[in-house]
């Protein structure tokens, strides 16, 4: 059997990257190691969520790289968490705590190139990604 050559395959390409992957990393690694995959055209899928403040990064880094990187038309985002609405206080007050200790492990983060991905859908319970 021979070598797969990357280049000519064509398709979706997903990366699922588990928390504890970044945790340890700063804002910036962070922001380059999630920018070179959606670069390379993969979808990321980050088990927990960024901190604000990277988002923010993320989302400043991408507006900056739009004009300058040929092809390249930006990120879409989307965050999917527990709904915790109709949860008795004992149990916010738990996963409050538990977010506070191991981070927010429990939401999902979807980051793939707007070239990509068309439209994101998004309701608290689930993502669509219409892909184009």
């Known amino acids: 059997m021979g070598k797969i050559d990357n ?3 064509k398709g979706l390409r ?3 990257m588990p928390y504890s992957e970044v945790k340890d990393m700063g804002i910036s690694e962070r922001v380059r190691k999630i920018l070179s995959l959606i670069l390379g055209n993969k979808i990321v899928i980050l088990h927990g969520r960024l901190r604000p ?5 993320l989302i400043e880094d991408t507006m900056a790289m739009v004009d300058h990187i040929k ?10 968490e ?7 206080m004992f149990m916010k007050m738990k ?6 200790l191991v981070g927010d492990s429990s939401a999902l983060t979807v980051i793939g190139p707007a ?3 068309k ?3 998004k309701d608290p319970r689930k993502i669509e990604l219409l892909l184009s």
Do not use: Q
């Open 82 to 88: 527990p709904d915790m609405r109709g949860e008795s």
């Open 14 to 16: 997903i990366h699922v």
């Open 53 to 57: 403040e990277e988002e923010a990064r």
């Open 115 to 117: 070239s990509i991905i």
């Open 71 to 80: 092809n390249f038309k930006g990120i879409e985002l989307a965050v999917i």
């Open 7 to 9: 280049s000519k395959i």
């Open 95 to 100: 996963y409050g705590i538990a977010k506070s």
């Open 119 to 121: 439209e994101i859908k």
